[in-house]
């Protein structure tokens, strides 16, 4: 009877053993898939969670619609390795600086209004896409390809001009009708963003808009399938605009000037 029970005891053991390696091997192989999601949720820092359907949003009319129903992509010029522009009557700091500093604001104002807000990056990670080449700039067409995933209405993109002349001064407002934009409206929201801005700086004269050439446009205004602008805040080249883009009553008052303009246009559908 004792090498009997001590036979069922071994069996059972061993039973329990194979058992527990199963579980451990399952665990294993839950704990790499659970720590890969990780790794391409760092990857992709903001993209992780937003749904994915690359193409622009048809331009929404329905009555009920509201600022509220709208997702805005903005995106602060430059930044990692790629400074932009500088000049040395912006001592402190370079182009990337200021734009990630607007566009912060811009988020803010617009969330305010009731947007929903998507920051193409936020200074301290950008988003690895189809278009990644491997280095620590976020370039234009990286930046399309990530803004192709969204699901937004309308992408804006922040930048401060330089010229060797240091006379030319003003802000600049661009925009591409393109073929590959699904619903463009790229116009109607730049005009409405002019003029909000020529209607707080009236001492800048008209707003200067353009619609650029595909050929010749930037590459995020072109490539980006939903309807969008590039605002050239000023140029950090002519030491007024230097002076007031540093200067954050100016800072407030353009935000809300270019938050006032997009909302008109978004408004308009409401
Ligand atoms: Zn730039």
């Known amino acids: 009877m004792k090498n009997f029970s001590e036979k069922i005891f071994r069996k059972i053991a061993?039973?329990?053993?194979?058992?527990?390696?199963?579980?451990?091997?399952?665990?294993?192989?839950?704990?790499?898939?659970?720590e890969e999601e990780e790794t391409v949720k760092?990857?992709?820092?903001?993209?992780?969670?937003?749904?994915?359907?690359?193409?622009?949003?048809?331009?929404?009319?329905?009555?009920?619609?509201?600022?509220?129903?709208?997702?805005?992509?903005?995106?602060?010029?430059?930044?990692?390795?790629?400074?932009?522009?500088?000049?040395?009557?912006?001592?402190?700091?370079?182009?990337?600086?200021?734009?990630l500093r607007y566009a912060t604001d811009l988020k803010s104002e617009l969330e305010k209004m009731g947007y929903t807000i998507i920051l193409t990056h936020d200074g301290s990670v950008f988003p690895r896409t189809s278009a990644d080449d491997g280095n620590n700039k976020f370039n234009p067409n990286e930046r399309s390809a990530y803004a192709n995933t969204l699901d937004i209405d309308y992408y804006v993109s922040l930048h401060?001009?330089?010229?060797?002349?240091?006379?030319?001064?003003g802000t600049r407002i661009y925009y591409c009708e393109a073929a590959k934009k699904v619903d463009d409206y790229s116009a109607d929201v730049a005009n409405a963003?002019?003029?909000?801005?020529?209607?707080?700086?009236?001492?800048?004269?008209?707003?200067?808009?353009?619609n650029m050439d595909p050929a010749e446009a930037y590459a995020v205004i072109r490539e980006t399938y939903a309807a969008a602008s590039l605002i050239e805040i000023g140029f950090i080249t002519n030491a007024n605009d230097a002076a007031r883009i540093q200067d954050a009553e100016w800072q407030e008052d353009f935000v809300e000037a270019v938050a006032a303009g997009i909302n008109d246009y978004f408004a308009t559908l409401g």
């Open 14 to 34: 061993l039973g329990i053993e194979i058992l527990l390696m199963i579980a451990m091997v399952l665990t294993a192989s839950a704990c790499e898939s659970a």
């Open 42 to 99: 760092d990857r992709l820092g903001q993209a992780t969670g937003i749904p994915s359907i690359g193409v622009g949003r048809q331009r929404r009319e329905t009555a009920d619609q509201t600022g509220k129903g709208f997702t805005i992509c903005i995106d602060p010029g430059h930044g990692f390795d790629d400074a932009g522009a500088s000049s040395s009557y912006v001592a402190d700091c370079d182009e990337k600086d200021l734009t």
């Open 160 to 169: 401060c001009d330089s010229f060797e002349d240091e006379s030319i001064g």
């Open 193 to 210: 963003i002019k003029m909000q801005l020529s209607k707080a700086f009236p001492e800048d004269g008209e707003i200067k808009i353009h």
